[in-house]
């Protein structure tokens, strides 16, 4: 008797016919049994039955038993199939049947059940045992526990099932954070296909929103500590940006080294969404989109801290339409709606960027103006009230309303929201008071100063063509040899209604409004002439210095203009010099560079008014093309007994002969000033000790009076004083 594969005729000698035979399904290795063949299936680790051609158990080993919970003595004679069960799937075991029945060897997984009704996967293998003469004779059954083997390819295939078809986004990336997988979730939302993705670096999905070091320290967190969450804004393929939460794992494998990162994502955008749908209805008010109180009380603690840091003033201002409660009452609540939208309209189209409107009660605006002086917030509302009375234009009806308010400024009148509220709220009824369509401030010295202001600002419009400028001149010396070196022109206002208003008042009105440019215009123009008739006279200073306004230096074409004009008056622009002040260069180095650079080319000469005052960059200095440096007043007024202030003229002086500049010191006013300039190696002067301005017409007895051997730096103010008050009192 033997054990073969039925498929290949047997080779066995009749001899070994009473012998059994195993044979696997492997290549026919045929044995003969030996006498310690049932010793060795006793000892096998294998679990091992036989059965009959019955399919009936002939014999188990002690590894089956151990396997499967049944005892020899309860199988043998009993059916095969006891390792069935419920869910033993039926068509693997027909799959066997046949086998069995065809003579065939089986070898297949089958899901079995112990003695104790536990299951476990089975990969069974079935030989048909053969006699001599290739009658079937018995089975012998290997049995193996593969159930480890099943329960890791569900859980993989499950997993893949859930990397797939889960409704999260994720994304599979190598030890070197290249894209290997993304889940359809995440094509989906991230809109790029996979094959536009594997390959990648993830830094393609990365967004502005973030800085490069971010996406740096998120890897390198998950790399370190194997895990990393938060928020991140991804770039989808169209360039949208929606912001997700993200989940990045790093992937171990057995030898500890990172073998992969798994990065899931859930979307944002509704949560985001949701949280900016409340944040609004907490902060802004629902009907004009305005920010409501809470709101303004939150940014004004804010900006009220960056002026306090800044020493900036804050103006905050108080609307309330006037006789508003007659449009609701006799138009109706919708109608009143409908204005107040397009009024806030209205009055955010008049802002600047940095400027807050809200909302603060039913016809009540506030309106925070970080930086704006008390005249500044005077125009603003003014600007304001005259946008609140155009006609509103609401279904049918026309509509005109008129406002009232007030105004507060920080820090005089206030520190904190509250306070300025308050104090704008009781100016505001103040002008109600007052009669309406209005407004006031809420101290009288605010008052006082911006009612002045607007006086100033109102009467300016008119100075030039009224003709109330003219201009002084005041000579500028040589400390050498005690020459004329230039004269500087020195705008005088006469207004028709206030008489002579000083340009420390009025220039700084003309530049926040603008009308600093035509005025600065006139007198550049007429400063010109006046050279080309001294010129015309001969007797012509070497120089014409025009002071200059930082709002006329940033008009754009500025150097071009300049130029025309000293060519419409045939002056060589060497004749020309502007004085301009260190805060030209504050905003925009570079841009005020640019200009110097363009004024310098076409031959006009520059200088620094006030130096040491303000803004001063040595470094810029250095770059900018300046003749000449004017050490400013302050310091010269103390130049003979403060130690600090003779440093800081020392300084200047060595720093101006370093940058290879002239220096002059104005505002000297006595001898002993003079003598310390002198000594210190200062190289022109101006002041009231050599003259005070004077008007054009004298510039001859000027030179006159100091014509000869006598240097202009011993005055005789006498004798042009005296012919002032003459000219003055023949003009009267
Ligand atoms: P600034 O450019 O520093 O002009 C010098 C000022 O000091 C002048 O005052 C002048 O009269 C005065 N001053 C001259 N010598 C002495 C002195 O020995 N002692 C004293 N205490 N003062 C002296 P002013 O004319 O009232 O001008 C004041 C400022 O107004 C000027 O200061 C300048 O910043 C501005 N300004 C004058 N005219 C113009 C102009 O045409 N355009 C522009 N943008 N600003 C001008
Ligand atoms: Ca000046
Ligand atoms: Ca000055």
Redesign the pocket.
């Known amino acids: 008797m033997r054990l073969r594969d039925p498929k290949i005729p047997s080779t066995s000698s009749s001899s070994q016919a009473s012998r059994l035979w195993l044979a696997s399904s492997q290549p026919q290795v045929a044995e003969p049994v030996m006498p310690q063949r049932d010793e060795a299936m006793r000892l096998a680790p294998e679990p091992i039955m036989v059965s009959d051609t019955q399919r009936r158990v002939v014999y188990v080993n002690p590894a089956f038993e151990a396997l499967t919970g049944y005892s020899a003595e309860e199988l043998v004679g009993r059916a095969c199939g006891f390792l069935r069960g419920p869910d033993t799937c039926p068509e693997v075991q027909q799959e066997m049947r046949e086998a069995i029945a065809a003579g065939r060897p089986f070898r297949g997984d089958l899901l079995n059940y112990r003695k104790d009704g536990t299951a476990f996967w089975n990969e069974v293998t079935v030989l048909p045992v053969f006699d001599a003469a290739g009658e079937l004779v018995q089975f012998v059954a290997t049995q193996h526990d593969v159930s480890a083997r099943h329960i890791a390819k569900d859980e993989l295939l499950l997993a893949a099932r859930v990397f797939e078809e889960g409704g999260e986004a994720m994304m599979i990336t190598d030890a070197n954070q290249r894209i290997v997988k993304v889940n359809a979730a995440f094509t989906a939302s991230s809109g790029y296909p996979e094959a536009d993705l594997l390959g990648q670096s993830p830094g393609i999905l990365g967004s502005d929103r973030h800085d490069p070091s971010f996406y740096l320290e998120m890897w390198r967190e998950a790399g370190a500590s194997g895990y990393w969450q938060g928020e991140v804004w991804s770039r989808r393929k169209d360039g949208s940006v929606h912001p997700q939460y993200l989940v990045l794992r790093r992937v171990v494998g057995g030898k500890g080294q990172t073998t992969h990162f798994v990065a899931s994502f859930s979307d944002l955008t509704e949560r985001k969404a949701a949280e900016e749908r409340i944040w609004r209805l907490a902060n802004y008010d629902s009907l004009t989109e305005l920010p409501n109180r809470a709101f303004l009380r939150e940014r004004a603690a804010r900006l009220l801290e960056q002026a306090g840091q800044d020493g900036q003033p804050l103006a905050f201002l108080f609307l309330d339409l006037d006789h508003f409660k007659k449009v609701n009452d006799s138009l109706g609540h919708a109608v009143g709606d409908r204005l107040l939208v397009e009024l806030a309209n209205r009055l955010c189209s008049a802002l600047r960027e940095q400027d807050v409107l809200g909302r603060v009660g039913g016809d009540e605006f506030v309106l925070l103006l970080p930086g704006a002086s008390a005249t500044e917030a005077a125009q603003v509302v003014r600007r304001l009230q005259e946008l609140v009375s155009r006609p509103f234009v609401v279904g049918p009806q026309e509509l005109m309303i008129t406002s009232s308010a007030g105004i507060a400024m920080f820090p005089f009148d206030g520190a904190d929201f509250d306070a300025l509220a308050s104090r704008a709220e009781v100016a505001m009824y103040r002008t109600k008071e007052l009669g309406r369509d209005a407004f006031c401030f809420f101290t009288a010295e605010m008052q006082a100063q911006c009612t002045r202001a607007l006086l100033l600002d109102n009467l300016l419009r008119r100075a030039i063509e009224r003709g109330e400028f003219s201009l002084?001149f005041?000579p500028q010396c040589s400390l050498k040899d005690g020459t004329l070196t230039g004269v500087?022109?020195?705008?005088r206002w006469n207004s028709g209604e206030l008489g002579p208003v000083?340009?420390?008042e009025f220039?700084p009105i003309a530049e926040s409004s603008g009308l600093?440019v035509p005025?600065?215009d006139w007198?550049l123009r007429t400063a010109l002439e006046q050279m080309r008739q001294w010129i015309d006279q001969d007797i012509a200073p070497p120089k014409v210095a025009?002071?200059?306004?930082v709002v006329?230096f940033r008009q754009p074409g500025f150097p071009d203009h300049v130029r025309r004009l000293v060519d419409e008056q045939g002056v060589p622009p060497c004749r020309l010099e502007l004085?301009l002040t260190e805060s030209v260069a504050s905003d925009d180095p570079t841009g005020a560079m640019a200009v110097m650079d363009a004024l310098h080319a076409h031959g006009i000469g520059l200088s620094i008014?006030?130096f040491g005052t303000g803004y001063s960059s040595l470094s810029y200095l250095k770059r900018f093309k300046v003749g000449k440096l004017k050490i400013d007043?302050s310091f010269v007024s103390n130049v003979t007994d403060s130690a600090a202030d003779q440093a800081i003229v020392s300084t200047i002086i060595r720093l101006a002969n370093g940058l290879g500049m002239v220096t002059i010191a104005?505002?000297?006013?006595t001898p002993a000033q003079l003598e310390a300039l002198r000594q210190r190696g200062c190289d022109q002067v101006?002041?009231?000790?050599i003259a005070?301005?004077f008007p054009p017409e004298d510039l001859p007895v000027y030179r006159e009076a100091h014509a000869g051997s006598q240097s202009l730096l011993q005055p005789r103010r006498q004798s042009i004083h005296s012919r002032w008050t003459r000219r003055r009192r023949s003009a009267r």
């Open positions: 002084q005041q500087e022109a020195l705008l000083s340009p420390v220039i600093i005025i600065g007198v025009v002071n200059l306004s006329q004085e008014d006030d007043r104005e505002g000297v006013e101006q002041g009231y000790w005070r301005p």
